[in-house]
């Protein structure tokens, strides 16, 4: 048996600026659900870089029963020697390289979650008013819309990193008013802002 103790730390980066955050798991690898995911498994060992007979690798493509792409797995040195490094499908890795590597993820997964959270904060001080006409009863001709209140949002501050393919939150309205908008703007990031409904002269 191998006298080792395995801490998997599998941290998942966004590059829309949504789903990043570092958790813990156990040895199993999880398969990457994303395009921007980076899965890193570091094995905390007694000494060194694998055994007499273990190998530590990043592995550099999905391999079969062993993990995918951008996975750190423990394998024979044999299985490395005949067969992943020759197809280029791995590279040793130390405890070193993989911590510096997580590391480097980390912070970009922080700032991205900042970013977030930077925006939520603009949103909330924006003054955001749709124009409606109106009829019988104040009531609204039409309906409002994500893509109307996103229209006027990059009217306001076209920097702001927010689109139409973020998950929206807007109330049906029948009238003039103000309504509560929510958006998800990342995985642990998200805003509710208010939007006026006004009549249109």
């Not at 993989?98 to 700032?111: D, F, G, L, P, Q």
């Not at 008013?129 to 009531?139: E, I, S």
């Amino acid at each position: 048996t191998m006298a080792s103790l395995r801490v998997a730390a599998v941290l998942l980066v966004s590059l829309s600026a949504a789903d990043a955050f570092l958790t813990l798991r156990g040895p199993t690898a999880v398969p990457s659900r994303t395009l921007a995911r980076c899965t890193f498994e570091m094995m905390a060992k007694k000494s060194g870089v694998g055994s007499a007979d273990k190998l530590q690798v990043l592995l550099k493509g999905d391999v079969a029963e062993i993990g995918k792409a951008n996975t750190v797995v423990m394998v024979n040195k044999g299985y490395f020697n005949n067969f992943l490094a020759p197809k280029a499908l791995a590279s040793i890795i130390s405890d070193e390289a993989v911590a510096v590597r997580v590391a480097e993820a980390a912070e970009e997964a922080r700032v991205i979650k900042q970013a977030a959270m930077d925006t939520a904060e603009a949103l909330k001080l924006l003054k955001i008013a749709l124009k409606r006409k109106v009829g019988g009863g104040n009531k609204i001709f039409g309906s409002v819309t994500n893509k109307q209140i996103l229209d006027e949002i990059k009217l306001l501050s076209p920097g702001l990193a927010v689109s139409a393919k973020q998950k929206w939150d807007v109330p049906d309205v029948s009238g003039l008013g103000s309504i509560t908008v929510n958006v998800q703007l990342h995985p642990e990031v998200s805003v509710a802002f208010n939007v006026d409904i006004v009549e249109q002269k």
